[in-house]
């Protein structure tokens, strides 16, 4: 018996840990926004919220995935972001920046 509830709470928690919330794609730049050490000229940066946080991301270009203001499926896990489109494939970004929460105004 408490082998079969251990085995419960494991298949949750990896559960929960993958599970992917709605995220909202604030604004994307090209590479011309920030030239750092990993671009490669075909970089675009999406800002993107999840909950409270705000994160920077970065996905190999050129051509420009997410729009601003759409709503995206996406986890963060051990410095990437893990978004899923659509049909239900799955993009890898390195997370380049984690600003701080945002605040509540009321």
């Known amino acids: 018996m408490k082998r079969c509830l251990w085995f419960v709470l ?42 409270r946080m705000s994160y920077q991301i970065a996905l190999p270009g050129p051509n420009v995935g ?8 996406c986890r963060v896990d051990k410095g990437y972001m893990f978004i899923r489109g659509s049909n239900g494939q799955v993009s890898k970004a390195q997370i380049v920046d984690a ?4 605040e509540s105004r009321y």
């Open 10 to 51: 494991l298949t949750a928690a990896s559960g929960f840990a993958q599970s992917y919330k709605t995220c909202d794609v604030t604004m994307w730049a090209n590479d011309t926004y920030a030239q750092t050490s990993y671009t490669t000229g075909n970089t675009i940066f999406y800002f993107v919220r999840v909950g």
């Open 99 to 102: 600003g701080q929460p945002i």
């Open 66 to 73: 997410m729009n601003s203001g759409q709503q995206i499926r």
